[in-house]
């Protein structure tokens, strides 16, 4: 598998409040891409940060990428309610072609 | 906008038949991909193509083929259904950048 430490798996904070969470992988990528998904729809890309960046932001969404530990980590500030979703972190592989693979996902619930 | 297509949307199918999960876009992209989703568990890589009559295996490919007669289609067959293939599909597709467009799923059950 890519993936090392599994993601926290289920958080339930109140609305205002911040988020992180975490993943980790096994071998070597030049990008981490981050990925919600609400329910009954597919994913959607939030945000992507590559091996050359230490961190990224994007409005309300900070993601950090830690090529030597190999890890990345996904915050939420000011969390709303329609923030309510599970959070995948991807990585590209190198398999006979370019693939992308999802850790296991953080369930994030936002109560108003 | 980017479009992915599947088809159908939900579906019920009986053990040891036969099911085909059927993808179509208008991106124009290269890559095509077919991933499995159960409860608990992330996004699983079962198939995938970077051109077309072309298919490489991903992390979960056994009891399951793939077939990429063109560019624009990319289908996923179960040739004998099983209980554990219940699960939702998703087809997405990648360009020369890194973003992945989901289609909207399938939600198979297998009986």
């Known amino acids: 598998s890519q993936w090392g430490e599994e993601n926290l798996q289920a958080l339930s904070i109140q609305e205002g409040e911040d988020v992180t969470m975490n993943c980790s992988y096994k071998t070597y990528t030049t990008v981490v891409q981050w990925y919600r998904q609400k329910s009954g729809k597919g994913p959607a890309l939030i945000i992507l940060i590559r091996s050359n960046e230490r961190e990224k932001r994007s409005g309300r969404l900070r993601a950090t990428l830690d090529t030597s530990s190999q890890s990345s980590s996904l915050s939420i500030t000011g969390t709303l309610a329609t923030d309510t979703a599970v959070y995948f972190c991807?990585?590209?592989?190198?398999?006979?072609?370019?693939?992308?693979?999802f850790g296991t996902g953080t369930t994030v619930s936002v109560s108003p | 906008e980017a479009a992915v297509t599947q088809s159908p949307r939900s579906k019920v199918a009986v053990t040891g038949g036969k099911v085909t999960l059927s993808c179509h876009q208008t991106?124009?992209?290269?890559?095509m991909y077919w991933y499995r989703q159960d409860t608990g568990h992330g996004l699983r890589l079962i198939h995938y193509?970077?051109?077309?009559?072309?298919?490489e295996k991903g992390d979960i490919p056994d009891g399951y083929k793939a077939s990429r007669p063109s560019q624009e289609n990319f289908s996923l067959i179960l040739e004998l259904a099983s209980l554990s293939q219940t699960a939702v599909y998703f087809c997405?597709?990648?360009?020369?950048?890194?973003?992945?467009?989901f289609g909207k799923g399938t939600r198979l059950t297998v009986v």
């Open positions: 997405a597709t990648q360009g020369l950048d890194t973003e992945v467009f």
């Open positions: 193509s970077y051109v077309a009559d072309s298919t």
């Open positions: 991106n124009n992209h290269d890559y």
């Open positions: 991807a990585t590209v592989t190198y398999q006979g072609g370019r693939a992308l693979i």
